[in-house]
């Protein structure tokens, strides 16, 4: 069997949710690191594995796959453990347009190389690139709070595909000092999916080279 090699880099949400997945279903892996702040990810050795230039990528069962949710689907299909969409179609749409909120609307908008360009093609400045992330940031978490349940997570009692996307980009938020206290209800599924083991061990604190 071939060895499951996860391409990573610590502080990348997109890496953190599926390495959230890798450790709720027991996947063991190799982790090599792909530093975005020395930007080894526009490197030629890098963009030969995956042209986009992108992270994370997963080397699994002789394939090469990139982009996080197309990663998660693909070991939500092929292996064990809890499942990241429900069976019931209609679940199951509603559970992914919860994760794209995140995964299509929020993250896309401020990652690292939206915010290089804005900084070097636009001369946007600190300060108008903070404003830049609170926008889409909030906007897209108060969409996603309307849709929160009172109790429990998104998954219920396990992690599912919206908890995944959730957690990372809200570690994101106070990262850039983003304010979140106006989404009460995605803060308590944020701190109750961040005590469970596996997502405990995601955690970039936990995913830091040492």
């Not at 908008?109 to 926008?135: F, I």
Request: hydrophobic share 45%.
């Amino acid at each position: 069997m071939t060895e499951t090699v996860f391409y990573d880099y610590w502080r990348s949400s997109a890496a953190y949710r599926v390495r959230i997945v890798l450790q709720l279903k027991g996947i063991a892996y190799r982790t090599e690191q792909v530093d975005l702040g020395a930007g080894e990810q526009t490197g030629a050795r890098y963009r030969e594995l995956n042209p986009q230039g992108l992270i994370p990528a997963l080397a699994i069962d002789g394939h090469l796959i990139t982009q996080s949710l197309a990663i998660i689907d693909y070991l939500d299909i092929t292996r064990g453990g809890p499942a990241m969409l429900p069976d019931d179609p209609a679940a199951r749409a509603h559970t992914l347009a919860q994760a794209l909120i995140v995964a299509a609307d929020i993250h896309p908008l401020n990652n690292l190389r939206v915010q290089l360009w804005l900084r070097d093609e636009l001369g946007a400045d600190q300060s108008t690139r903070q404003r830049w992330m609170a926008q889409w940031m909030t906007t897209g978490f108060a969409a996603l709070e309307a849709q929160a349940p009172e109790q429990g997570l998104f998954g219920g009692s396990v992690p599912n595909l919206a908890d995944v996307c959730l957690v990372p980009q809200l570690y994101n938020a106070r990262r850039f000092d983003i304010a979140v206290d106006a989404f009460p209800r995605l803060l308590r599924i944020d701190a109750e999916a961040r005590a469970h083991p596996a997502v405990a061990a995601a955690a970039p604190e936990a995913a830091k080279p040492a």
